[in-house]
């Protein structure tokens, strides 16, 4: 496949850089300018275009002929970035490629995920201090997922738990809703979330889904998860 990552230059997105190269992709990068350095390792090895991911020409001319993308949509700034970026993904990708995108678990489609009060006190502390000194706004993260919620591609949009580095532990399990015993753990390493990212690319199942993910190895995985 011919894959765009939007926002390649961070965590995730070097992640996904390497694991969509592994797997054989020609891949094109999206990050700021002042970040293309972060991409020096995979120099010759994929195409970058310098740009705000929020900027509609960047991501046009980024997107073009791509069979998939991958996007990391981050809530910094309070200039809608999150939302300008899915946006300008959703209008310019070619009819019928796999889009997916990176949020956490307090992005909840239908209403029907069940929070732990931890997850609730952060979202409601942070979200209001982020929004006073103007450094994050969630409520953007929360409108890009709703417009591609509505949207008539074909989206996935990947929930990640709390995060943590280290080796892969391989192919995190997910569930549909924040509160089935599965996730209980709430966590998962980066390397894994990029690792579901990638694979989302090649999986038809994942079409129309929110899957909220957590590591295989964690507890509440190797008691709940169904086997295979
Ligand atoms: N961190 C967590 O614990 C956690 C938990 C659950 C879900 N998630 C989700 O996982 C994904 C990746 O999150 P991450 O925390 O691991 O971050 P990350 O991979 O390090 O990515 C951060 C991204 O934000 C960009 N960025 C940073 N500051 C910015 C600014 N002021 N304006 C615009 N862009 C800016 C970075 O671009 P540059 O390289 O140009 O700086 C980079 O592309 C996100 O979708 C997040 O919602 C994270």
């Known amino acids: 496949m011919k894959v765009c990552i939007v926002g390649a230059s961070g965590k995730l997105g070097r992640y996904m850089v390497r694991q969509a190269l592994d797997r054989g992709h020609e891949v094109v990068c999206v990050c700021r300018p002042r970040s293309v350095g972060k991409l020096?390792?995979?120099?010759?090895?994929?195409?970058?275009?310098?740009?705000?991911?929020?900027?509609?020409?960047?991501?046009?001319?980024?997107?073009?002929?791509?069979?998939?993308?991958?996007?990391?949509?981050?809530?910094?700034?309070?200039?809608?970035?999150?939302?300008?970026?899915?946006?300008?993904?959703?209008?310019?990708?070619?009819?019928?490629?796999?889009?997916?995108?990176?949020?956490?678990?307090?992005?909840?489609?239908?209403?029907?995920?069940?929070?732990?009060?931890?997850?609730?006190?952060?979202?409601?502390?942070?979200?209001?201090?982020?929004?006073?000194?103007?450094?994050?706004?969630?409520?953007?993260?929360?409108e890009a997922c709703r417009r591609v919620f509505a949207s008539e591609t074909r989206w996935t949009?990947?929930?990640?738990?709390?995060?943590?580095?280290?080796?892969?532990q391989g192919l995190p399990v997910w569930s549909r809703h924040v509160g089935d015993p599965v996730l209980k753990s709430n966590l998962t390493r980066r390397v894994d979330f990029a690792l579901f990212m990638v694979a989302a690319l090649e999986s038809d199942d994942l079409v129309h889904e929110a899957p909220a993910i957590v590591g295989c190895r964690s507890p509440s995985a190797l008691e709940f998860a169904a086997p295979g």
Do not use: M
């Not at 949020?103 to 931890?118: A, E, L, N």
């Not at 949009?157 to 892969?168: A, K």
């Open 40 to 142: 020096d390792e995979f120099k010759g090895r994929v195409g970058i275009v310098p740009g705000a991911t929020n900027d509609r020409d960047v991501i046009e001319k980024a997107v073009a002929g791509c069979d998939g993308v991958l996007v990391v949509l981050v809530p910094w700034g309070v200039q809608q970035y999150a939302t300008g970026t899915a946006q300008a993904v959703l209008d310019f990708a070619q009819p019928g490629a796999r889009l997916i995108f990176s949020c956490g678990w307090h992005i909840t489609r239908d209403g029907q995920d069940v929070y732990p009060r931890s997850l609730r006190v952060f979202v409601a502390v942070f979200g209001w201090l982020a929004r006073l000194a103007r450094f994050a706004d969630l409520d953007d993260q929360v």
């Open 157 to 168: 949009v990947v929930r990640g738990s709390d995060l943590e580095e280290g080796e892969s």
